[in-house]
């Protein structure tokens, strides 16, 4: 999740599963050109990876 914030900024939507459900939990972030990141945490314990990462041939745009 750190290196996508480093890299992207501040999602402009954060979609997360409710803190209630029980078992797999995700967060899925949605950026203004339409990119999403799905994050899920398989554990139970907060330790969210990364499940769609980006194509190879996404380019990153630095500021």
């Known amino acids: 999740m750190g290196q996508?914030?480093?890299v992207y900024?501040?999602?402009?939507?954060?979609?997360?599963?409710p803190s209630y459900t029980i078992g797999r939990?995700?967060?899925r972030w949605t950026?203004?050109?339409n990119r999403q990141f799905i994050?899920?945490?398989d554990t139970g314990f907060?330790?969210?990876?990364?499940?769609s990462p980006p194509?190879?041939?996404d380019k990153f745009?630095?500021?």
């Open 25 to 27: 939990k995700y967060e």
């Open 39 to 41: 994050f899920v945490d």
């Open 46 to 51: 907060g330790d969210f990876r990364l499940a």
């Open 61 to 63: 745009k630095y500021k």
């Open 4 to 6: 996508v914030y480093i």
């Open 9 to 17: 900024g501040k999602p402009l939507f954060i979609e997360k599963t």
């Open 55 to 57: 194509m190879v041939s």
């Open 31 to 33: 950026y203004a050109d």
